[in-house]
């Protein structure tokens, strides 16, 4: 049972770069989420979806696009990479909705330059 | 909206001591709260789900309370050890948020040999 899996780990970008985080569950849980980890912000929620087909925003979503093709991949997609986006991104899943606790993935630390 | 606040933000003790993490929201409808490890570098790893119906939870040297209608929760750490060493979060599902969980800046523990 591998739980939350990010890839990838470390990655750096050129500012106005794309690219795709990916995050992959098999607890068959139907909530999965984005939040990025800033010091001194703490985890911000960026995006979030209760199941296929369904997504929506969280705190800070300007910049990133979300979709949720199946119950056990939730990408993130940054369209065009900022400075700003430089930070530590966690993807978390949940069943009903948190009420059984969320478990996240190890993280990928992202720098844009 | 949901604020969450951890003092102290950081905190160096002896081996062996018995220790406290405090934890404060300031909207007291919430469904659960819950407590996280971060290692340097690494994901969270959830230590402690306490429900809004609940008063506290166990696990080993861990002790987490809660005190929902005054908005606190303590995480206890008895005979604390190096290896306890990490950040601690709390994070709060509130009622009506979407399933989106709301975290404090976490303590920085560190444990002295």
């Known amino acids: 049972n591998a739980g939350v899996t990010q890839t990838p780990k470390f990655q750096v970008l050129k500012t106005g770069q794309s690219m795709t985080l990916q995050c992959a569950q098999d607890m068959n849980h139907e909530y999965m989420s984005w939040y990025r980890q800033d010091p001194g912000m703490g985890l911000r929620l960026i995006h979030y979806s209760v199941g296929a087909g369904i997504t929506d925003q969280g705190e800070v979503p300007n910049g990133y696009n979300v979709s949720r093709s199946t119950t056990e991949d939730f990408p993130l997609r940054l369209l065009s990479a900022a400075p700003s986006q430089t930070s530590v991104y966690f993807c978390?899943?949940?069943?009903?909705?948190?009420?059984?606790?969320?478990?996240f993935g190890s993280g990928t630390r992202l720098t844009v330059v | 909206k949901q604020e969450v606040t951890q003092i102290p933000a950081a905190l160096s003790v002896p081996e062996g001591e018995n220790l406290v993490l405090n934890c404060s929201f300031t909207d007291s409808a919430i469904y659960n709260l819950q407590w996280f490890r971060q290692d340097p570098g690494k994901g969270l790893t959830s230590l402690l789900l306490?429900?809004?119906?609940?008063r506290e939870q166990t696990s080993g040297r861990l002790n987490a309370s809660l005190d929902k209608s005054s908005g606190r929760s303590t995480l206890y750490i008895a005979a604390s050890q190096p290896g306890d060493s990490a950040t601690y979060l709390c994070a709060v599902l509130k009622e009506t948020s979407g399933s989106r969980l709301t975290f404090g800046e976490g303590t920085q523990l560190t444990v002295n040999p």
């Open positions: 306490i429900q809004s119906s609940q």
């Open positions: 978390a899943s949940s069943y009903s909705g948190g009420v059984y606790g969320y478990t």
